[in-house]
């Protein structure tokens, strides 16, 4: 890490005028966290790293006043938004300044499902705001009632409403991004189709998002609905026909094989059940209720997802999904950790019994349903039972032999963490373009190197 004592804040803020910052050190520090903690790696890795200047922009403008005057003292930049990531994305490797994005936080505009919204504004407030129009949003990740819509794009892939449309990167999953360069002379660029991927996922190395254009979908009534099966692979096989019935509405398919049931807050589960969680249109539970018998399942909770989001005593199901399954894991044990798997559609419960048998509780399973290329099939987060980072990169190696894509969360480098161990083409070549001195999140991206 970069020693900046001899620097000189006091006038680098005083260049940056009426913009407001943040110098407090405690503050500081803890606006230059994420959750990287999920990981006992990353903990090790990251845990000293700090900014030395937080700036809280209010607007466009603010933005490029700060990217500009970064890029001139060659002042490393890191972009961040409520900070809810897992990967060290918002963690300033280098020092330098942390830019908190969450005064742009306005909703722009919605017209014809389609919406435009600065990137700080919170992705429950966006639902709020766009629910008076009769949409919603497309897909959120369970950290919905605190993250970002810039947070998301820049440093998620997909969450609940991923079963009907895919991940993020689905083309028509995100329509416009404007960005801002880090130069002396900053450029503002608008993206559209498929060069969305150059800052999708990017973790802010290539450029700094100040608006977004979204697809919205129709509102509907989701009702939170959870089933406990006696056998691990029959909930599965119910969870992947959901997942595979087209006609039943749904924003969510879950399956926590046990002992995961038992670390939910707010939840009793009976034990020695396996659960599949979902969240389904009100009209279409009749369909639901079939395909529960068919397999044998039992409901033991159904109830409106609004209720669950307006009592502060309730907690909607997808707060006990995606990443939040192992952060209630971790309330009950702090040694455990995660895993990110993507199974081929192909070989999906071939592949899940097979790791099922394999591990036991060791690599306990936790599965999302989702759309990938058109096809149903489903990314696992398994809860981990960590012992040594050895014997985490051998079960990450065995899982690979068996033919499935590990995105590794315990590595914070883009390249690292990609199932396939490479970024997309675009983006080293648009951070070239939009970063020259490697200033944005420096240590991000490995394979960039300033020209």
Not at 70 to 75: E, I, M, N
Not at 381 to 398: D, G, H, K, M
Request: aromatic content about 6%; some cysteine; proline content about 5%.
């Amino acid at each position: 890490m970069i020693d900046w004592q001899g620097f000189d804040w006091q006038g680098f803020q005083a260049e940056l005028g009426d913009i407001p910052c943040i110098t407090e050190r405690a503050l500081v520090r803890q606006k230059s966290r994420d959750f990287f903690w999920y990981s006992p790696i990353l903990k090790a890795a990251l845990n000293d790293k700090s900014a030395d200047l937080v700036v809280c922009p209010r607007n466009e403008a603010d933005v490029v006043a700060v990217s500009a005057l970064c890029a001139r003292h060659r002042v490393p930049l890191t972009v961040r938004g409520a900070g809810t990531g897992n990967y060290g994305q918002a963690v300033p490797l280098e020092g330098g300044v942390v830019l908190d994005m969450t005064g742009l936080n306005r909703v722009l505009s919605v017209d014809a499902g389609l919406l435009r919204v600065e990137p700080g504004c919170r992705l429950i407030d966006i639902e709020s705001a766009v629910a008076e129009a009769g949409w919603e949003l497309r897909m959120y990740p369970s950290t919905k009632r605190t993250a970002t819509i810039g947070g998301f794009v820049a440093g998620g892939s997909g969450g609940i409403g991923s079963i009907t449309y895919g991940g993020l990167r689905e083309r028509g999953n995100i329509v416009a991004a404007r960005v801002v360069s880090c130069e002396a002379e900053p450029r503002i660029v608008e993206l559209t189709g498929d060069a969305i991927n150059r800052v999708n996922h990017a973790y802010g190395t290539t450029g700094i998002i100040t608006a977004l254009s979204i697809p919205l979908a129709p509102r509907l009534p989701w009702v939170d609905v959870i089933a406990a099966f006696d056998d691990f692979m029959t909930a599965v096989r119910c969870a992947r026909m959901l997942g595979l019935s087209d006609g039943i509405a749904k924003k969510l398919v879950t399956v926590l094989a046990h002992p995961l049931p038992q670390n939910l807050k707010g939840l009793t589960t009976p034990e020695g059940k396996h659960l599949v969680i979902a969240m389904i249109a009100s009209h279409a539970l009749t369909g639901w209720t079939d395909l529960l018998g068919d397999f044998g399942g039992t409901e033991i909770l159904r109830r409106p997802t609004a209720e669950a989001e307006t009592d502060a005593q309730l907690t909607p199901v997808y707060e006990y999904t995606w990443n939040h399954t192992t952060l209630h894991a971790l309330r009950k044990d702090k040694s455990v950790t995660y895993l990110q798997s993507l199974f081929p559609a192909d070989r999906t419960l071939e592949l899940i019994e097979e790791t099922y048998r394999s591990y036991g509780d060791e690599l306990m399973i936790h599965l999302e349903f989702l759309r990938a290329g058109g096809q149903v099939t489903c990314s696992a987060l398994q809860v981990v039972r960590f012992s040594t980072p050895e014997r985490l990169n051998q079960i990450i190696a065995e899982l690979e032999a068996r033919g499935i894509l590990i995105a590794n969360p315990h590595v914070f480098t883009l390249e690292d963490g990609a199932g396939h161990k490479r970024i997309g083409g675009d983006q080293p070549a648009f951070k070239r373009e939009m970063d020259p001195a490697g200033l944005l999140n420096p240590g991000k991206m490995r394979s960039f190197t300033v020209a």
